[in-house]
Nanobody, 123 residues
């Protein structure tokens, strides 16, 4: 089993940057592909980015491509999401998730989820 804890959310002005982190616990956490999803009020949870277990493969939603960068450090059992040029529409609760199948864009293909961290971008 894998436990995930997100951190790094907060309030930032449009055009600013934030770095989210996801700490994973569990002996086999490095075997899991990981991803970031977000959910804004009244909207469905949507895919943001994903990274393979060894970090060699990544995927991004079109809405964040070129602005967000996903990375991981298996030695530290952690994953990060560097978010630049933030826009008000990036405002959401951001969740990290893990799965054994690989880089996936569909939420229900992930087995483990964190509690989420709020990101608010003011205009």
């Amino acid at each position: 089993q894998v436990q995930l804890v997100e951190s790094g959310g907060g309030l930032v002005q449009a055009g600013g940057s934030l770095r989210l982190s996801c700490a994973a616990s569990g002996r086999t956490s490095s075997r899991y592909a990981m991803g970031w999803f977000r959910q804004a009020p009244g909207k469905e949870r949507e895919f943001v980015a994903a990274i393979s277990s060894r970090g060699g493969s990544t995927a991004y939603a079109d809405s964040v491509k070129g602005r967000f960068t996903i990375s991981r450090d298996n030695a530290k059992s952690s994953m990060s999401l560097e978010m630049n040029s933030l826009k008000p529409e990036d405002t959401a609760v951001y969740y990290c998730a893990a799965n054994l199948m690989g880089v996936r864009r569909i939420a229900n293909e992930y087995d483990y989820w964190g509690q989420g961290t709020q990101v608010t971008v003011s205009s």
